[in-house]
């Protein structure tokens, strides 16, 4: 199992799990907010429609092609 943090809370996933995984098992499976103040989810899940963007220790990534690992944070609250 690894350990990671998903804003804020401490989460544990199998190894091999995406990031959007992680989405969908620990919190509402939502990415981001749009501008319009919608929230979005991943949707391609092969990095092309670019919804599933979040901040993983301090960075914009996408949470599709993203494994997770210990120790990371992800944020989708951006």
């Known amino acids: 199992m690894i350990e990671l943090s998903l804003n ?3 989460l544990q ?3 091999g799990y ?3 995984a ?3 098992l620990g919190g509402d ?3 981001r907010t749009s501008v319009g103040g919608q929230r979005r989810a ?3 899940g092969m ?3 670019q919804e599933c963007r979040v901040s993983i220790d301090g960075q914009r990534r ?3 092609q993203t494994l997770c690992r210990p120790g990371m944070r992800v944020e989708t609250r951006a």
């Open 22 to 24: 992680a989405l969908c």
């Open 42 to 44: 991943p949707l391609c």
């Open 47 to 49: 990095g092309v429609c």
């Open 62 to 64: 996408l949470a599709c």
């Open 8 to 10: 804020g809370q401490a």
């Open 18 to 20: 995406t990031v959007a």
């Open 29 to 31: 499976g939502n990415s």
């Open 13 to 15: 996933v199998a190894d």
